[in-house]
């Protein structure tokens, strides 16, 4: 089985006749015969036939199976011959938590490949656990996570820290300085930040409080911050950098919180196969980027 024969059943099958394969591919129409038979001759089946009295050719069951095994065929090969063409040692490759690639990430991203254009980026949202398996793999060159721990192999070293706000939709009446024992946990969009507002949370809502919601994506909270009506007295607790982000776009309010969780610390990782140059040029940007922002102290 080769790609000729893929491209000419697929042909085939788009213009439903040999004459409209041979003219889309440039070739002669007994040369798209010969590829399809040496393609069913190797399958063992008939793909292709042309019923009496008819011109076009149609599927046969076994045709209409395989038009899926074809199309995937066609991707491994365009993917394979990527494989071939891409630069690899001049593509940064980088993972976040949902949290810090949403609202901070896209500034970085720009100032990265404008500063360095010879070289291309791709980016993996992830959990923090995530992150440490794919860069102790070597699929990811640098991640940023907020959760750490201990992996073989793998530098947690410290981004910065921020703190912890309130964001509270318009309907919400709260003062400028909030203590929890004033919030209405059935109003919460809780989002899973890290060990430590986890235990924060704990302490201050019983473990039979059910929240508004419960987010998995960074992404979703400003969309249900956007919703008018009933939802405008939810609150979430979020790190401030999202929450003035979020204030460009929707109409909540940002509120101190007394006695409130720890500050969010990001952290950032590097594996046993480094290439500092690409990751010192990001880690270069991101602290610019970072400093742009007073309520955040920065270790890099």
């Known amino acids: 089985m080769t790609h000729q024969e893929i491209e000419v059943f697929l042909a085939a099958v788009r213009t439903g006749s040999l004459s409209g ?39 046969t069951e076994q045709g209409q199976d395989f038009v899926q095994v074809a199309e995937k065929w066609r991707q491994v090969w365009q993917e394979a011959r990527d494989v071939a063409r891409r630069d690899r040692g ?90 929890p024992s004033l919030l209405d946990p059935s109003r919460e969009l809780r989002l899973p930040w890290n060990p430590e507002f986890d235990l924060w949370h704990s302490f201050w809502f019983s473990g039979g409080a059910q929240p508004r919601a419960v987010l998995d994506q960074m992404s979703l ?45 990001i952290f950032y990782l590097l594996g046993p196969r480094r290439r500092p140059e690409l990751t010192g040029a990001f880690l270069e940007c991101l602290r610019r980027e970072l400093e742009r922002l007073p309520h955040i102290q920065v270790y890099l």
């Open 21 to 59: 394969a041979a003219q889309t591919l440039y070739i002669t129409q007994p040369a798209v015969s010969r590829h399809i038979r040496a393609l069913e001759q190797e399958l063992g089946c008939v793909l292709l036939e042309r019923k009496r009295g008819q011109r076009r050719l149609e599927l």
């Open 90 to 179: 001049r593509t940064l490759r980088v993972g976040s938590v949902g949290s810090v690639s949403t609202y901070l990430l896209p500034a970085v991203f720009r100032a990265f490949l404008e500063e360095n254009p010879a070289c291309a980026l791709t980016f993996h949202n992830c959990h923090s656990w995530e992150a440490y398996q794919y860069i102790a793999e070597g699929t990811l060159d640098i991640a940023l996570i907020s959760d750490d721990m201990f992996y073989p192999q793998v530098e947690t070293i410290p981004a910065y820290r921020e703190p912890m706000v309130l964001a509270a939709g318009s309907g919400c009446e709260l003062p400028p300085r909030v203590h």
């Open 221 to 265: 909270l400003e969309q249900f911050f956007s919703w008018r009506g009933s939802w405008a007295d939810s609150w979430a607790a979020a790190p401030m950098s999202a929450a003035l982000s979020m204030r460009r776009r929707v109409d909540i309010r940002i509120l101190e919180l007394e006695e409130g969780p720890p500050e969010e610390r």
